[in-house]
């Protein structure tokens, strides 16, 4: 996969596993520096939403490519939150349940759908800055930015704030189940044969598991200062 331009656009990647809060963390971030924001897990969740709507098999690779690439969605923004239509209709809470997750996570695995949704993420990249939330966007989509943050914390951690958010959003939710789920997901994403989940050689790795969100966001903004991409942040 070719590696994005960002020599004109500054993009700032935070990269990690599942529940390491880099959603919530690259959106706060983004509004503070006035930047876009670009949440790719997203896509891939949509991706499988809409194959699971079409009856497309999940590792009918050719198939799952095709979608990819005429994928029916739009993002909004409503009340400062970020919301996404697919084929018109808002499904920005359904895109969040965990079995879409799942969904997400076996599209993610085949490298067709990967270089199909290339071009779109590529395209996010607009002045004044992009602020890009993943699990490969410092290491593959966006490998020339000037700052790439890798997010982690301790599976019991991200397991107990899934699960918060998830009562929080009135969605059932089991802990033990979502601290198995969270170890399996991990295993998967990092042994996958294409773009495994890792730090980028040059990433500054935050390890939030004894931090708040306000914490690793004045972090990251601090960093994205001492690089000089902001002058206040």
Known sequence: MPASNTAA????????????????????????????????????????????????????????????????????????????????????????DEKV?????????LQGVREALLARQHAFATAPGLVADGRDMGTVVFRQAPLKIFLTASPEERARRRYKQLKDKGFSANLPALIEDIRARDDRDMQRSVAPLRPAEDAIVIDST???VDEVVNRILEEARQQSLVARA
């Not at 809060?21 to 499988?48: E, M």
């Not at 009856?55 to 923004?77: K, M, N, Q, T």
């Not at 997750?101 to 695995?109: I, K």
């Open 101 to 109: 997750g799942e969904l997400a996570s076996q599209v993610a695995v």
């Open 210 to 212: 004894q931090m708040s």
């Open 9 to 96: 656009v500054p993009v700032l990647t935070i990269d990690g596993p599942v529940s390491s809060g880099k959603g919530t963390v690259a959106r706060l971030v983004a509004q503070r520096l006035g930047w876009h924001l670009l949440d790719s897990g997203l896509l891939y969740r949509l991706l499988g939403l809409h194959a699971q709507r079409r009856g497309v098999p999940l590792d009918d690779e050719p198939a799952l490519a095709e979608l990819a690439r005429g994928l029916p969605v739009e993002f909004c923004d409503r009340d400062g939150e970020g919301c996404a239509l697919l084929e018109g209709e808002d499904v920005s809470r359904l895109a969040r």
